[in-house]
């Protein structure tokens, strides 16, 4: 193991493709490890280069969410057939018994954390293995956003909506315009007039969102690609995943008859060789107290099989 893998705490995804090549002494690809990530053998972590506003929160269990109950449609107030059962508190649920409580306040989070695959990540992950190997685009979305955890906490990333390019007034909607300008070649009158119009608009948003609760300026990220970050897996992760591999126990063959006579041959003649007669009284309770000296102890059963065979196998392979 290089001493410089050590010293890091992450490596990136082409870093990490050839560790894991050289130590394995196997070919691997960066599809591979979005393919192990999707399947649950490999996590996979992110690094927010420039922080990323988050709401954290915590997994809790079913019993730990409270409810109330839907009876009537909210569109036309008629009473529905089936009431459904909604999170009193707005915990989003996940799977089986799993759900995440998320804080209201939006934070900033910085350096490294594990993607939570249980949301819109899981759909970037997916979307970058297409590419890399079918060259298809994954369309699906993820309303309840991108999750990233570390320890017992986990976060759904936010975004600003100001960097959102369909909100009216944001400074996302400007780069949109200005590039709107361009693209249909308009002239200087039609230019002014629009981003006139956008500069009218600007001024009604950010006038609103003095009056808006901080928590409400933020949406649930689509993806990760909102924020600046890059993939990289975690050094202690990259060698729990190769030890997962290399101590996967092979399935052991049972022995043949020929093995199992030559064993037997060779525990005789060391019994020979040591003045052990396997005929003798009493010997197998000495030969238990051997093995448990040794730390493997086997039984006074055992051990007598064993010693009953021993004249068998020495005759056959006399013959």
């Known amino acids: 193991m290089s001493k410089l893998f050590k010293l890091k705490a992450w490596l990136t995804l082409e870093e990490a493709v050839n560790h894991i090549s050289t130590v394995l002494g196997e070919s691997a690809t960066e599809a591979d490890l ?21 709401r954290k929160g915590k997994w809790v269990n079913t019993s730990d969410v409270q409810f109330y109950l839907i009876e009537n449609d909210i569109l ?3 009473k529905l057939e089936n009431p459904i059962s909604m999170p009193l508190n707005h915990e989003l ?23 939570a695959m249980v949301g819109a990540e899981t759909l970037d992950i997916e979307h970058l293995y ?17 999750f990233v955890m570390k320890g017992d906490v986990i976060c759904q990333l936010q ?25 249909e070649k308009l002239s200087d009158e039609e230019a002014k007039k629009v981003r006139n119009k956008y500069q009218e608009d600007r001024e009604k948003y950010l006038e609103k969102r003095k009056s808006t609760p901080r928590e409400n300026l933020f949406y649930p990220s689509g993806g990760l690609d909102e924020h600046d970050h890059i993939l990289v897996v975690r050094t202690e992760e ?34 020979k060789e040591n003045g052990i007669d396997p005929k003798k009284r ?33 005759s056959l392979r006399n013959k």
């Open 159 to 183: 975004t600003d909506y100001d960097d959102n390019e369909f909100q009216t007034g944001s400074s996302a909607q400007k780069k949109d315009i200005e590039r709107y300008i361009i693209e």
């Open 93 to 115: 649920f996940v799977s089986d018994d799993n759900w995440i409580a998320l804080e209201k306040p939006v934070v900033s989070i910085s350096g490294v954390w594990d993607l």
């Open 76 to 78: 036309t107030g008629e």
């Open 130 to 146: 297409q590419q890399s190997t079918s060259g298809l685009e994954v369309t699906l979305v993820a309303i309840d956003g991108a």
């Open 282 to 314: 009493g010997i197998a309770a000495a030969l238990v107290a051997m093995t448990e000296n040794l730390g493997a102890p086997l039984t006074d059963d055992t051990v007598r099989k064993i010693l009953n065979q021993i004249e068998d196998a020495i």
């Open 34 to 54: 979005f393919r192990f990530a999707l399947d649950g053998h490999l996590t996979l972590s992110v690094n927010f280069v420039n922080r990323a506003k988050a």
């Open 238 to 271: 990259i060698t729990r995943f190769i030890q997962s591999l290399e101590d996967s126990p092979a399935i052991e063959k049972p022995l043949t008859s020929k093995e199992r006579n030559s064993l037997l041959v060779l525990i005789g003649a060391l019994c």
